[in-house]
Each structure stands twice: as C-alpha cells, then as structure tokens.
C-alpha cells in the first residue's frame, strides 16, 4: 500500500507562484512515476503533469506548460508541483497520484491516490 499527503495549497492573486508537495510513504518511492490532477467543482478530474520514476521524464497538460513544473526529491520522498503566473481558472483541488506506469494521462491508470489540497486563485 502507498500513502500519498499533498500540502502547499491556499489562496493566491492570479499571477501568483504556489508549490504543492506529495509526501509519498508506504513502498518504495523511486518504483512509481507520478502526476498531479486536478478538480475544479462541477467538471471532470483533469491531468496537470507527470513524472517518471527517475525524474528524467516529466510531461505537461497543454494548459499549464510552461507555467507549472513537477519535481521530485527521491531523499525525501516527495513530489513538488511549483505553480507560476496562476490564473484564476487554475482553482481546483489537487491531487497528486501514483503508478507502475509513466507519461499516462488518464485518471483510471492510477492506483493510489493522495486526498487532494485546495487552490484557489482570486482575479
């Protein structure tokens, strides 16, 4: 079983930076590529980006590259999602995920999942 604890969310002025961060316990970390996800109230979860196992690969949803980069410190088993220049239609609960897998877009290929934390970005 793999525990999955985000933090780092709150409210922030559009063109504001926050970092979520996925403290990841339970197996071994450095087994698992992982993403974060997001849900905004009334819509469908939504991929924001993904990292490989090794941290050498990561791959973006077209609406936050270049704005949004995910890391990871495999020392501390954790994942960071640094958010730059937020707009206000970032506001979503976030959620980070893990799988065998990397570079998978879709929700249903995650096997654990973290209980989210709220952004909320004010216009």
């Known amino acids: 079983q793999v525990q999955l604890v985000e933090s780092g969310g709150g409210l922030v002025q559009a063109g504001g930076s926050l970092r979520l961060s996925c403290a990841v316990s339970g197996r071994t970390f450095s087994n698992y590529a992982m993403a974060w996800f997001r849900q905004a109230p009334g819509t469908e979860r939504e991929f924001v980006a993904a990292i490989s196992w090794s941290g050498g690969g990561t791959y973006y ?63």
């Open 61 to 123: 949803a077209g609406s936050v590259k270049g704005r949004f980069n995910i890391s990871r410190d495999t020392a501390k088993n954790t994942v960071y999602l640094q958010m730059n220049s937020l707009k206000a239609e970032d506001t979503a609960v976030y959620c980070c995920a893990a799988t065998s897998t990397f570079g998978i877009s879709r929700a249903t290929a995650y096997d654990y999942w973290g209980q989210g934390t709220q952004v909320t970005v004010s216009s």
